[in-house]
């Protein structure tokens, strides 16, 4: 089963999010599909939890299912914040103080770390690095570890910023720092797509995360 969420996922997502809890027929009628093909995203889209299944009883009769959002489902359903995201990126860079930006960097990059931060498990980095790849996977941007060297290295084949890393490198640089935070391991940059690379590669620096990152 892909990890990746299907346009007609999308849709029908947004048709809960819209109308709350609906039937197969419903959803058949609204998304123009057959009952087959209706079932088999809402099989899909229960496996990944983003929606359940709620059974009404009536007196006589097979009893009514409904599916509505769960709070995974709600929070996809209505992430579309690009546009937001581009406009305050826009407005960091427009920041001429290289050192107040810096900063703002570094509270943003430690800002997105908390929001991972309990998820993140082991003792060692090979560990931690694993289990960074598992939450972004959930997330449908892919990442690995390479075990080739005598430290892990972390890659990412997709970008979770394309739009915003072809406007301006800088985000790159947020996300190392934010990494480096979770990891407890400074990183570094060693490859990046926007070079012509096949994937961005971050590879520890073999000392802890400095002070100003802590």
């Given at each position: 089963m892909s990890g990746a969420t299907e346009t007609s996922d999308v849709g029908l997502l947004d048709l809960l999010r819209k109308h709350g809890p609906l039937s197969v027929a419903q959803l058949k009628g609204a998304m123009q599909v057959t009952a087959?093909?209706?079932?088999?995203?809402?099989?899909?889209?229960?496996?990944?939890?983003?929606?359940?299944?709620?059974?009404?009883?009536?007196?006589?009769?097979?009893?009514?299912?409904?599916?509505?959002?769960?709070?995974?489902?709600?929070?996809?359903?209505?992430?579309?914040?690009?546009?937001?995201?581009?406009?305050?990126?826009?407005?960091?860079?427009?920041?001429?103080?290289?050192?107040?930006?810096?900063?703002?960097?570094?509270?943003?990059?430690?800002?997105?770390?908390?929001?991972?931060?309990?998820?993140?498990?082991?003792?060692?980095?090979?560990?931690?690095?694993?289990?960074?790849?598992?939450?972004?996977?959930?997330?449908?941007?892919?990442?690995?570890?390479?075990?080739?060297?005598?430290?892990?290295?972390?890659?990412?084949?997709?970008?979770?910023y394309p739009d915003l890393a072809e406007k301006d490198r800088t985000v790159c640089s947020m996300e190392r720092m934010m990494f480096s935070e979770l990891l407890g391991q400074n990183l570094r940059l060693s490859d990046c797509r926007l070079d012509g690379h096949n994937c961005c590669t971050f590879e520890p620096s073999g000392a802890g995360v400095s002070p100003a990152m802590s």
């Open positions: 087959t093909a209706v079932r088999q995203r809402l099989v899909r889209l229960m496996a990944r939890g983003e929606i359940e299944r709620q059974t009404q009883r009536i007196s006589r009769g097979r009893p009514v299912h409904r599916y509505l959002l769960t709070e995974k489902g709600r929070r996809r359903a209505g992430a579309n914040f690009a546009d937001l995201a581009m406009a305050l990126w826009q407005e960091i860079r427009e920041i001429k103080d290289a050192e107040v930006r810096r900063g703002l960097l570094q509270r943003i990059s430690r800002r997105l770390a908390t929001l991972y931060a309990d998820q993140i498990c082991g003792s060692s980095l090979d560990e931690r690095m694993e289990s960074l790849a598992a939450i972004f996977g959930e997330r449908q941007i892919p990442f690995e570890v390479d075990r080739s060297r005598d430290l892990p290295l972390l890659r990412a084949t997709a970008c979770p």
